[in-house]
């Protein structure tokens, strides 16, 4: 019996490339083939018998994945009481094979570029355990925000700092690191500008002039990065501010930069196959200028390579 066509109207050019990759394209109207995932937070093993209970369905355990676990694809985990309690993440099992990529070690401060919305920071965190730094960064505020909500939630804040910024330009080094560096501030450092302990609630006159003025959901190049969190042992409470927005030079990069950075843009996940059939309704003209045009995807290597220059 002949298999049966795929039902959405797949342009031609990404046909021609899932040939080309010897891809069958019925995988992209195959949606309940595509499993979920879900990584439990470490000392939560025991949890797994309570999460099937809620959610009414046997969890896989992923073998090559630590704490992963697969589930059917229709089951919804936002209700479910361990995930509300922060016990269990919702994440894709290839996001996970690439912070595991990194080889992270206790004690490393890592880079997180377009950390936005923060599933492989809260990773990330979780094996830096109680050493180490993590530096999140996203050009996009309010993915940012949902960033900062999601380390509250599982309590993995301490240890870290998010900066809006632009990624192809954050130079800022890890907390710790001393050089004689440049920096975004000048002049000599008043008591006000050392940082406190970080709080949600702004001074009234910060709060004043962002009402007047606005405040852009993303920065440009030319700005400087804004930090909007940082936990009790980030580093940063007692810094001044020109202490904190030091940078340094390319050369200088190798003995003050970070242990590991992750540039996972554009985002590695399972999702693939369900994000591209949002197409149908976003339109297909769309897919092909973002996805599919040779020349973004060309500058997307260079983007990457140009990020790699904070290794140390």
């Known amino acids: 019996m002949e298999e049966d066509a795929p039902t959405l109207p ?15 394209p019925s995988i992209y109207t195959a949606i309940d083939s595509t499993p979920r995932f879900i990584r439990l937070k470490p ?8 999460v099937e209970k809620e959610v009414k369905c046997k969890l896989e355990k992923v073998q090559w994945l630590q704490g992963f676990y697969s589930l059917p694809p229709h ?4 209700g479910s009481r361990a995930y509300q309690e922060g016990k269990i993440y919702g994440i894709d099992a290839s996001s996970g094979a690439a912070v595991m990529a990194l080889n992270v070690s206790p004690g490393d401060h890592v880079l997180d570029l377009c950390a936005a919305p923060g599933a492989k920071l809260c990773m990330i965190l979780d094996l830096l355990g109680d050493l180490g730094s993590v530096t999140g960064v996203d050009v996009a505020r309010h993915r940012l925000a949902a960033c900062r909500t999601m380390l509250q939630k599982y309590a993995l804040g301490d240890r870290c700092r998010l900066f809006v910024a632009d990624g192809t ?4 080094i890890p907390v710790g690191s001393r050089s004689d560096c440049k920096s975004f501030e000048s002049g000599l450092e008043e ?9 949600s609630r702004r001074p009234w006159k910060e709060r004043r002039k962002a009402n007047r003025s606005g405040i852009p959901q993303s920065l440009s190049k030319s700005q400087p990065p804004e930090l909007i969190y940082y936990g009790r042992h ?18 200088e990069m190798g003995s003050h930069g970070y242990d590991k950075v992750l540039v ?3 985002c590695t996940h399972d999702g693939s196959v369900k994000h591209i059939q949002k197409f149908e309704n976003w339109g297909w003209g769309t897919f092909q200028r973002r996805v599919l045009d040779a020349e973004r995807t060309d500058n997307l290597h260079v983007l990457q390579a140009n990020d790699s220059s904070l290794f140390p």
């Open 264 to 266: 996972d843009a554009e």
């Open 75 to 78: 089951v919804q985990i936002a």
């Open 43 to 50: 000392g939560f093993d025991a949890c797994v018998e309570e």
């Open 169 to 172: 330009t954050f130079s800022v």
């Open 234 to 251: 980030s580093g940063v409470i007692g810094l001044a501010k020109g202490e904190l927005y030091k940078t340094v030079s390319d050369v």
């Open 10 to 24: 797949l342009p031609e050019p990404f046909l021609q490339f899932l040939e080309a990759n010897d891809l069958d």
């Open 191 to 199: 008591k006000d500008d050392v940082f406190k302990e970080w709080t």
